[in-house]
């Protein structure tokens, strides 16, 4: 099926703890997106990439770091886990152009 | 920072009537999304309508967007049990570096 695919589903950390969450799409999308979703909120950007080779902070980049591997694939890592960080992460991809995003179906973090 | 503002926050209406939610956002944009999200899912994008647009239709769905306001509306016509879900705005601006930024939501519950 064509998509967004994110892994893990669920994950818990501890305080302190690191994890990548993957992100994979196959529509051959260009741009990619990484939000979090709080509790009674909309979506905030963490990261995105416009293109290949290309990353930049979105609104609440503190504490995240990304990596593009590669045009399908767009990695979100948290080096060093705090509780602030427990929230459901997704991830986001869209041609070029002013399109809907197409978003994967979410990971949920507990950070203890 | 939000850049959209959905009104009202929760909306509980019978199967078979309509729903109207607001979206108001602050600075001008290249174009207004609007996504569903059921509960514990991804986001589902529903209908995008562009700044020169003032009316798009979609199924049960009519988006109206008035830019001299900064606002928008969408409405679900004949609304059916599976209609329940979050609904959130989405605008597309230069003030946020043409990135999608989201607003909290509007949830919907259509009781049978």
């Known amino acids: 099926n064509a998509g967004v695919t994110q892994t893990p589903k669920f994950q818990v950390l501890k305080t302190g703890q690191s994890m990548t969450l993957q992100c994979a799409q196959d529509m051959n999308h260009n741009s990619m997106y990484w939000y979090r979703q709080d509790p009674g909120m909309g979506l905030r950007l963490i990261y995105y990439?416009?293109?290949?080779?290309?990353?930049d902070k979105g609104e609440v980049p503190n504490g995240y770091n990304v990596s593009r591997l590669n045009k399908r694939e767009f990695s979100l890592r948290l080096e060093s886990a705090a509780p602030s960080q427990t929230s459901v992460y997704f991830c986001?991809?869209?041609?070029?152009?002013?399109?809907?995003?197409?978003f994967g179906s979410g990971t949920r973090l507990t950070v203890v | 920072s939000q850049q959209g503002e959905e009104d009202p926050q929760a909306l509980s209406i019978q199967e078979g009537e309509n729903a109207t939610m607001n979206c108001s956002y602050k600075?001008?944009?290249?174009?207004l999304q609007w996504y569903r999200q059921n509960s514990g899912r991804g986001l589902v994008h529903l209908i995008l309508?562009?700044?020169?647009?003032r009316e798009k239709h979609s199924g049960r769905l009519r988006v109206t967007l008035d830019t001299s306001k900064k606002s928008s509306s969408l409405l679900i016509t004949a609304s059916r049990a599976a209609d329940t879900a979050s609904y959130f705005c989405?605008?597309?601006?230069?003030?946020?570096?043409?990135?999608?930024?989201f607003g909290g939501g509007t949830r919907v519950l259509v009781k049978p």
């Open positions: 986001a991809s869209i041609p070029s152009g002013y399109y809907g995003y197409t």
């Open positions: 309508i562009r700044s020169n647009e």
């Open positions: 990439s416009a293109s290949e080779g290309t990353t």
């Open positions: 600075t001008s944009i290249n174009n």
């Open positions: 989405a605008t597309d601006s230069k003030a946020a570096g043409n990135k999608l930024t």
